[in-house]
């Protein structure tokens, strides 16, 4: 692998942290006194159902969402707002139609003020890792959804991020896709060993994935468990069938299905939270 | 009736029938016939109601001038020197009054869509303006400026403004923010912000406001001409009425219509040339 792909791990600490989104009479606790560490080059999943407030927690880790009450650092420093250091990726690929594959990588690093010519370099070396030599002049509407979400990745790496935020990254792809991303981000993350908060609904991505898994549980968001995964590394597809995986499999289960009931469907917290969103035109 | 004779004509009106047939096997050539088979059809509806001097009640084609006697008039404006003037002063105020109202519209438009402060404040007087027609403006407009040249080309300006200002604010409210939360955590500013995913997301949007406000210009150049000239196809369609010239007034609705559509479709060209990035969603077949 490329000497140049030097990747800073960051340690992350949050503190009693509370998010109330919304306003007036709609103003609601996402969030309830969430504390944990996450220790730098970890892996942690965070799994719960939908409306549990993950996405919300992911969104103050980038910056997004403002803390109503404690705090989150990252490597000792409080978190402010958006940074390259803390790489955020959505569901949904956010890459800009309106450029090429290539300099979508780059743009980290146009940021930066990086000359044109090295900035493409460096971005093709990422498309290299990501598995995506030879498509730099496509656009992104000319690619799968898988790869489109490879491309994410490479971009948000190219700033060599402390702390990779990934929020239901494979979501949207179908089965068999998912399965070769979870692959192929492992492979990934054995070269550029940054930190990974991956936030998932699907217990056996969590399980595959992470070295520790948070589960969460909804109204109001907390944390109701941590489970430690010494599943071996490097791990391929075969995991999932083994029994240690199928008992914690079922412990998962029991987590978010209590009684076996499936749980109230909620609708999904994006990460920018409604009152970001609102917020984001006199912030920019 | 024979079976041979029948033929070719079940497969064109068979053809006619399914323009999706020419779309697929046809292709581009099969359209562009079918369109020009549809003009040509109207002028010939047009041709049959005015020599049948067709009256029914509500709309009479008494006394309009058939497509004949307007071909002979524009064989005749063809033929005279004025005809450049009269197109190189209308292109003028139209082209003059389009460009300016695409620097205010625009400007207005990423500003309104930015800032709600700057929409509570600048959005209710043009809002208020916006339904005044045209025609409504010339008294003030010959008021407010000296010079009747500017005067036309202001009301050239009135009519592309708000297409434009309209689009271009429904253009910036419709970029996405997560693409915006995007290039924040990749390290971009304000600025940056603006320039990188602002401008080109409402791009598309603020394309097709210039499109439309180009047709609304020339849309507005009867009016604008009305005010004064000696040159100009709006000109040239209002003196024709005072005169009771009903041929040549069907001469400068025409040649109007011909630029209108002609230019609004160069702007979408230029337009979808300097996006090759963005495939319009949902090709009718």
């Known amino acids: 692998m490329s000497a140049a792909i030097q990747v800073a791990q960051g340690s992350i600490e949050i503190e009693h942290l509370h998010i109330d989104l919304g306003t007036g009479g709609k103003r609601f606790e996402a969030l309830q006194d969430v504390s944990f560490t996450v220790a730098a080059g970890e892996f942690v999943c965070l799994l719960g159902p939908s409306g549990c407030g993950k996405s919300t927690l992911l969104g103050a880790l980038a910056g997004h969402l403002q803390a109503s009450r404690g705090g989150i650092r990252v490597d000792g420093r409080p978190v402010a707002g958006p940074h390259p250091e803390r790489a955020l990726v959505f569901q949904q690929h956010t890459l800009f139609p309106w450029q090429r594959v290539v300099d979508n990588v780059a743009f980290g690093l146009k940021m930066k003020g990086v000359p044109r010519d090295e900035r493409r370099r460096r971005a093709r070396e990422l498309l290299a890792l990501v598995g995506l030599e030879g498509f730099d002049r496509h656009y992104p509407a000319q690619l799968s959804g898988g790869m489109q979400q490879r491309v994410e990745i490479a971009r948000v790496l190219i700033n060599n991020p402390r702390v990779m935020l990934m929020d239901e990254p494979f979501g949207a792809l179908d089965a068999q896709t998912r399965l070769m991303m979870q692959e192929h981000l492992l492979d990934v993350w054995s070269r550029v060993r940054t930190t990974i908060v991956f936030i998932t609904h699907d217990i056996d991505e969590a399980l595959f994935l992470a070295d520790r898994i948070l589960v969460m549980s909804p109204h109001p968001g907390r944390i109701v468990e941590e489970i430690r995964l010494d599943f071996e590394r490097p791990r391929d597809a075969r995991l999932v069938t083994s029994a240690r995986f199928t008992a914690l499999k079922r412990h998962c289960l029991d987590l978010l299905h209590p009684d076996g009931r499936h749980p109230v469907h909620r609708e999904r917290l994006s990460p920018l939270g409604d009152v970001a969103v609102r917020g984001l035109r006199f912030a920019v | ?285």
């Open chain 2, 1 to 285: 009736m024979s079976t041979i004779r029948l033929l070719p004509g079940t497969g064109f009106v068979a053809a006619l029938r399914t323009p999706f047939g020419f779309a697929a096997g046809g292709g581009r050539s099969g359209r562009l016939l079918l369109r020009l088979l549809s003009i040509a059809a109207c002028a010939a509806a047009w041709q049959w109601a005015s020599a049948k001097h067709v009256d029914l009640g509500v709309v009479t084609f008494r006394n309009v001038p058939a497509p004949s006697e307007a071909l002979a008039a524009l064989w005749s404006l063809l033929q005279s020197p004025k005809l450049l003037q009269h197109l190189s002063s209308s292109v003028a105020r139209v082209f003059s009054g389009f460009v300016g109202a695409a620097l205010v519209g625009i400007l207005l438009g990423l500003v309104i869509g930015r800032s709600r402060w700057a929409e509570d404040i600048l959005l209710p007087p043009l809002e208020v303006l916006r339904p005044i027609p045209a025609v409504a403006w010339i008294p003030l407009a010959i008021l407010m400026f000296p010079s009747s040249e500017v005067s036309m080309v202001f009301i050239t300006f009135i009519g592309a403004l708000f297409p434009i200002l309209l689009n271009t604010v429904h253009g910036v409210e419709g970029v996405d923010p997560r693409l915006i939360a995007s290039a924040r955590s990749l390290g971009s500013g304000r600025r940056a912000v603006f320039a990188e995913v602002i401008l080109p997301g409402a791009a598309p949007s603020i394309v097709t406001g210039l499109s439309i406000g180009m047709g609304t210009s020339w849309f507005c150049l009867v009016t604008a001409e009305m005010i004064s000239g000696q040159f100009g196809i709006g000109y040239y369609t209002w003196a024709s009425y005072t005169i009771q010239n009903y041929d040549q007034i069907v001469v400068g609705m025409l040649f109007i219509g011909i630029f209108g559509m002609g230019s609004s479709a160069l702007v979408r060209k230029l337009g979808n040339a300097l996006m090759p990035w963005y495939l319009p969603q949902g090709r009718k077949s």
